[in-house]
């Protein structure tokens, strides 16, 4: 009888051991899944950057060629194609138009008193913001009035 309640008590902490090592593999699991969407989410961002700075650049571009040019309308096109991608991946625009600054989402690189307009309106974006998903990416570099 006593080697049978041996038995018996072995066998429960042989079983609480092994249900303690399945939920430990579980949460590891689920803990590479996440690591892995991080690593991911991480390379896409900076890859993301890179393309913004091509696409700040076809702007730079666009301000400054006549635009009845064919090589104009190319352009573009280009740029409508890339941000055409970026949408598809989840790239959205800051809105700066009629906003009022937030430093959550602009950065502000002038300061300007401008007495008949609303005190911290963003009266001139200078380069585009952009949100990956919810996560800024990159702020809105704006002139602010004071």
């Not at 590891?28 to 961002?45: C, L, T």
């Not at 809105?95 to 307009?117: G, L, M, R, S, Y």
Request: charged residues 35%; contains cysteine.
């Amino acid at each position: 009888m006593e080697e049978l309640k041996k038995c018996e008590k072995e066998k429960q902490e042989y079983l609480e051991a092994w249900k303690r090592a399945k939920a430990d593999l579980i949460n590891y699991k689920k803990e590479e899944v996440e690591r892995i969407a991080s690593i991911s989410n991480y390379i896409q961002e900076n890859f993301i950057l890179e393309i913004l700075l091509v696409l700040d650049n076809m702007e730079i571009a666009e301000k400054t060629v006549p635009p009845n040019n064919d090589w104009f309308q190319g352009l573009l096109n280009i740029k409508k194609q890339i941000n055409s991608l970026l949408e598809k991946r989840g790239v959205k625009q800051i809105n700066t138009k009629d906003q009022v600054f937030d430093p959550n989402f602009h950065e502000a690189i002038d300061i300007q008193d401008i007495p008949d307009k609303k005190s911290g309106l963003i009266l001139e974006e200078a380069q585009k913001g952009y949100l990956f998903g919810d996560k800024v990416i990159r702020p809105a570099k704006v002139k602010v009035n004071k």
